[in-house]
């Protein structure tokens, strides 16, 4: 429509009333449902699904065949890599309904999500972390971190910019696009000098 002030492909399905920000792109034969929030300048690519209880925040990424059910959370500057996987439900039957056993998933500001991965539900994926091509997800992952693997486990640390980081003997890092400096407080646990 004309008053719109996002774009959606003629073959795209968009469910009113739902909330899409202002120059955000929904490609070919994507689906947003009714009641979804979608923010400002995201990227929907082809066959991409956006359930009714779906937030999106602002400059997300969502590469082709990615279904985000209800109760999918994606905070600012997420990218969700083509064919990931997001789960809703921990012990789905077909002949029992489960929709009121729904667990929340939250991916932070920042946060990569590799081809082919899964986030099972109920799971937090952390600021900035990365999750690599096709891992699966199956409990929290912390800030930064790179995760790897079935079932994913932590083989790094990433920066801001998407670099793994190299610490020295103290436990201290520096980006080398931006300088920025990270700091190993635990085994599980880096946090920014800017946090």
């Not at 925040?57 to 600012?76: F, P, T």
């Not at 077909?94 to 929709?99: E, G, L």
């Not at 920042?110 to 937090?124: D, L, Q, W």
């Amino acid at each position: 429509m004309a008053d719109k002030e996002y774009f959606a492909h003629s073959t795209a399905v968009i469910d009113e009333p739902c909330t899409i920000g202002k120059g955000t792109k929904i490609w070919h034969f994507s689906h947003v449902m009714k009641g979804a929030v979608i923010g400002e300048v995201c990227s929907l690519g082809q066959n991409v699904y956006v359930g009714t209880k779906v937030k999106i925040g602002r400059n997300c990424k969502i590469q082709n065949n990615v279904s985000l059910y209800d109760c999918v959370e994606l905070e600012d500057d997420v990218f969700c890599g083509p064919s990931m996987v997001f789960t809703n439900v921990i012990n789905p039957r077909s002949h029992v309904s489960r929709k009121d056993e729904y667990k929340a998933t939250l991916v932070k500001r920042g946060a990569s999500i590799g081809a082919n991965a899964t986030i099972v539900c109920g799971s937090t994926v952390g600021r900035y972390a990365f999750v690599g091509a096709g891992a699966v997800v199956t409990k929290d992952v912390p800030d930064y971190a790179l995760v790897v693997g079935v079932p994913a486990r932590i083989a790094g640390w990433m920066s801001k910019t998407g670099v793994k980081l190299s610490f020295d003997a103290n436990g201290v890092a520096e980006c080398p696009d931006t300088g920025e400096v990270y700091k190993k407080v635990a085994p599980d646990k880096v946090v920014a000098a800017n946090d």
